[in-house]
């Protein structure tokens, strides 16, 4: 029997396929997923701000995607972020690191306590 305060997980995904890994309890309500989805927002926009395609990757052609696991507090900050999963390229996944740097400290203007996973895709035809 359930005493109705049961925790729960679930992993939305945001656009461009990124997954929110998000914790609480079931029947989460609809006001804290939209915080969640603007948090989201502001950190897939840092991440494009911030992405560099490393110059020794285009030289060598270098292509591949990581996905980088940022963790927002409760206080709506990235206070971590980390590579995930390479991207077997070492100089790919420098890159990433480095924008996992760029990551932490970001205000995402909502309150947090979640993680999120965010694939960071480097083709040598995004320009």
């Known amino acids: 029997m359930s005493s109705g305060t049961e925790r729960s997980s679930?992993?939305?995904?945001?656009?461009?396929?990124?997954?929110?890994a998000m914790s609480g309890t079931a029947g989460v309500e609809r006001s804290e997923n939209d915080r969640k989805s603007a948090a989201l927002a502001v950190?897939?926009?840092?991440v494009e701000k911030h992405k560099r395609y490393p110059r020794q990757g285009r030289r060598t052609g270098a292509e591949g995607s990581c996905v980088i696991l940022a963790r927002?507090?409760?206080?709506?900050?990235v206070d971590a972020c980390s590579l995930e999963k390479g991207s077997g390229r070492v100089v790919l996944d420098v890159a990433a690191r480095k924008l996992?740097?760029?990551l932490?400290?970001?205000r995402v203007g909502a309150p947090g306590g979640f993680t999120v996973l965010?694939?960071?895709h480097y083709r040598l035809t995004d320009g």
């Open 100 to 102: 996992c740097e760029k």
């Open 72 to 77: 927002v507090t409760p206080d709506g900050r």
């Open 10 to 20: 679930e992993k939305v995904l945001g656009s461009g396929g990124t997954a929110v």
């Open 104 to 106: 932490v400290g970001l």
């Open 118 to 120: 965010i694939p960071v």
């Open 43 to 46: 950190i897939l926009q840092a």
